[in-house]
């Protein structure tokens, strides 16, 4: 582990820096009290299979993407003393041209910026992401990369392949959102309540699988949590 | 009637009605964690949860009842919130039916506060007159009219069935003093709670002991006409038996008791209804063993406007 740490203090990527004690009590306040209850009474999402004993220590947080509430949504579920320490994974290209955006970002929702399309000499994205896992961070990640089309769930990216296949002993953690594109679509500023699910599964660990394998392993989980969801409630 | 625990501010007949909820409770709490020891089987487990759900519902029931008028509108005023939220979700709405949806939302309030002010006229009117033709016009005033004949049939039905129809259980506080009767309007709500939340009980209890015949086949295979027909009996005969809690005479009792549970057979019949059409089980996932609030509120908001009026037509008349 110092080994670990070592290597990533030599590198040149800038990490987030180590957050005060006032940043961890506002993320704590506003994700697991007020978002919590925003989310819970006025939405009234459902949060099914949410286990208190996620496991400690950095783990990698996977979900569909249709809506910005699912971040914050997935924050909400992130152990109360891991929150300072897990980072939304979002695009540059569109989060960073504003400075609105970006310093709410940043500062509310603890996430990270990396750049969809990269120029010749950014640093490598999976390189930056590969160095807050080994510092000890979590990461929370949309590997369909985009918000897409409403309600429906894209192919994975595989930079959740690379991340996992480089860290055996951090578990991804599936979650399936659903209908919260109901509630905040693309191109809309204004929320509406209109409920939906957040359904946790079960922590997945791999070992020697690849990056192709993880990446489909991962996206099979999340589909089949959505096709449980609909079966249950078919006639 | 005397008082079960002296001390007690609340009045003997609230003292009662609890009284009987919690041997109910306890009663098939017990029955069935024998019933499952004995012969495991799906339904034994699926009784056990429905249970559980019941005492933390009579739980929220009786505490928001009893606390304050002004808890009790809350509560109704965010069942009826959550009854259009667990409702539009099903419907496909498409972008412009999105803000009318907000409008929607901002009738509750409204509603619930002119119930808690006494303007009765206007709480009377202000959704089926002002917002029945309000609504359709927001619809229509985006100019697009594609499927809009769907959508003006739609809004004003959902804000009648589960905001109108509840409201008047808020309502029920607004009733002037009656000579001689003490229970007050927090007795005829736990009376009509009481009332609609055995006929579901007991229709499915009716019908999975004895049912044979169904009454509506392709609508909800499980209701039956024994289960029916045994279900507001019985429930002609508890609210004979309870009507300590209201103002009413014997038959005025039994007549409120046959309309509440037909209305309530009724409610639970047009929810199964549209939930067929749309092709799900549960309209939600809110209270384990029994689906979304809509699965569960179907019948009371659909006896509560006729058990208010019928309240209303006997003694405030």
């Known amino acids: 582990m110092k080994k670990m740490l070592k290597s990533y203090e030599h590198s040149d990527l800038s990490l987030p820096a180590p957050a005060s004690w006032r940043r961890r009590a506002m993320l704590v306040f506003l994700y697991k009290f007020f978002w919590r209850a925003i989310l819970g009474v006025v939405i009234g999402l459902r949060y099914l299979g949410v286990k208190s004993n996620v496991p400690d220590g950095p783990v990698i947080y996977i979900a569909n993407h249709n809506s910005h509430l699912d971040a914050i949504s997935m924050m909400t579920v992130v152990p109360r003393h891991r929150l300072h320490l897990t980072h939304s994974v979002a695009a540059q290209d569109f989060f960073g041209n504003s400075f609105f955006r970006k310093w709410s970002m940043e500062n509310l929702v603890n996430a990270v910026l990396i750049s969809r399309k990269r120029g010749a000499n950014d640093v490598d994205p999976i390189e930056f992401l590969d160095g807050l896992l080994r510092a000890g961070r979590s990461l929370i990640l949309f590997p369909e990369g985009t918000r897409g089309v409403p309600g429906s769930m894209g192919d994975f990216k595989r930079g959740v392949g690379h991340l996992a296949s480089r860290h055996p002993g951090i578990p991804v953690i599936p979650i399936y959102l659903d209908g919260l594109y109901r509630n905040l679509p693309k191109g809309r500023a204004m929320i509406v309540p209109f409920g939906g699910n957040l359904i946790m599964g079960e922590p997945m660990v791999f070992s020697d699988e690849d990056v192709d394998q993880i990446t489909s392993q991962t996206q099979k989980a999340i589909e089949n949590m959505a096709q449980q969801l609909r079966d249950s409630n078919r006639i | ?317």
């Open chain 2, 1 to 317: 009637m005397n008082k079960l625990i002296p001390m007690w501010g609340m009045s003997a007949e609230i003292q009662w009605v609890i009284f009987i909820i919690l041997c109910i409770l306890v009663a098939s709490s017990v029955a069935w964690f024998i019933l499952g020891k004995l012969k495991p089987s799906k339904l034994a487990t699926e009784l056990q949860v429905r249970t559980r759900s019941w005492w933390v519902m009579c739980a929220c029931f009786i505490v928001t009842t009893l606390v304050h008028p002004l808890v009790t509108l809350l509560g109704l005023m965010y069942l009826s919130y959550a009854l259009l939220r667990e409702m539009y979700p099903l419907l496909n709405l498409d972008a412009r039916e999105r803000n009318t949806v907000l409008v929607c939302y901002a009738t509750v309030p409204i509603q619930y506060g002119l119930a808690y002010f006494g303007m009765e006229t206007l709480f009377l009117a202000f959704i089926p007159v002002f917002m029945f033709v309000f609504i359709p016009f927001l619809l229509v005033v985006r100019g697009e009219t594609k499927g809009i004949v769907r959508s003006i049939s739609l809004m004003p039905y959902s804000l009648i069935a589960w905001v109108y129809g509840m409201s008047h259980l808020a309502l029920l506080f607004q009733l002037p003093e009656y000579p001689g009767f003490t229970a007050g309007p927090e007795g005829l709500l736990l009376y009509l709670i009481f009332l609609v939340g055995m006929n579901d009980v007991l229709q499915f209890a009716w019908g999975k002991t004895l049912g044979k015949r169904p009454v509506l086949p392709t609508v909800s295979p499980n209701k039956t006409w024994e289960g029916l027909i045994g279900g507001v009996l019985s429930i002609t005969l508890i609210a004979v038996a309870m009507r300590f809690l209201t103002p009413l005479n014997i038959w005025q009792a039994a007549l409120t008791g046959f309309v509440t549970a037909i209305a309530g057979f009724m409610g639970d019949a047009i929810a199964s209804g549209m939930k067929r059409d749309i092709g799900i089980k549960n309209s939600g996932h809110a209270i384990p063993g029994h689906g979304g609030y809509l699965d569960r509120l179907d019948g009371f908001s659909a006896a509560a406007a006729p058990f208010f009026h019928l309240i209303f037509f006997f003694c405030y008349h």
